[in-house]
């Protein structure tokens, strides 16, 4: 059995949802993400088993979405708050966008790693009218649907789950599960096998991001500010480091 009740947004909202199921399917990404890197080297530069993580992660988010209700609003799909995802989104991805521009720009090269790979990444091969800001707003939005709104959400439902003894209302077991989801989920993403073999070194970015994010989702519990972070940041990012490189 699920929760009893679900907490559904920010500490402010008081607002709930009926019971939710099989919230443990979340652990399947990670889990395929940790089996992925105790395979052999030569194995792990198999593109199709990179992105075998994220296949589980769409596959449960399917499953998850077929044993229970209300899923928009377990998801962070609220439409009223279209204007706060745009606001929270837009701020937070240009506050990003340039710590780590600077970061790539300034940082890396200082400490000897080089950036210029970079050029050969899938992402710059690709035309910059496909790239911006179309290619990119495609991946905001899988990928915060399956890390965030998913991954993260699930396992703060199971982790508030096992904290609380199926007592939601528990505050602090709510709290605490959802700092332990933030984190895993920042590792999970930053750890995903293709996110690593594509930016190497620098997939290390993804994890505060991945922080922030997280943390930015459960605060407001809008799917729209993610997307919005993520697109905005990674626009200004792939703009700043194409013109450096070029």
């Not at 443990?24 to 395929?32: D, E, H, K, R």
């Not at 530069?45 to 899923?71: E, I, K």
């Not at 998913?150 to 439902?157: C, D, I, P």
Request: glycine share 8%; charged share 10%; hydrophobic share 55%.
């Amino acid at each position: 059995m699920g929760l009893s009740k679900l907490w559904l947004g920010s500490a402010r909202s008081g607002a709930y949802l009926s019971e939710e199921h099989v919230a443990w399917l979340a652990l399947l990404s990670p889990l395929m993400t940790m089996v992925f890197y105790v395979l052999p080297a030569s194995v792990q530069t198999w593109t199709s088993l990179q992105f075998l993580p994220q296949a589980f992660g769409y596959l449960s988010l399917v499953v998850w979405m077929r044993y229970n209700t209300h899923v928009g609003e377990r998801l962070g799909v609220v439409a009223i708050h279209v204007g706060q995802g745009i606001r929270w989104g837009g701020v937070t991805g240009i506050l990003l966008g340039t710590l780590n521009t600077s970061v790539i720009l300034l940082g890396t090269p200082r400490l000897g790693w080089d950036i210029e790979f970079l050029k050969e990444t899938p992402h710059a091969t690709l035309p910059m009218f496909v790239m911006v800001p179309w290619f990119i707003v495609c991946i905001a939005v899988c990928v915060e649907l399956n890390y965030r709104a998913f991954l993260l959400g699930r396992l703060t439902v199971f982790l508030t789950e096992r904290l609380s003894h199926v007592h939601v209302e528990n505050r602090p077991a709510r709290r605490i599960g959802a700092i332990v989801a933030v984190g895993c989920s920042a590792l999970a993403f930053a750890f995903d096998p293709f996110l690593v073999a594509t930016f190497k070194h620098l997939h290390w970015i993804a994890l505060w991001d991945g922080l922030v994010w997280g943390w930015l989702w459960i605060r407001l519990r809008n799917l729209l500010a993610v997307i919005v972070a993520h697109a905005v940041e990674v626009v200004i990012l792939y703009l700043m480091v194409r013109a450096a490189l070029s």
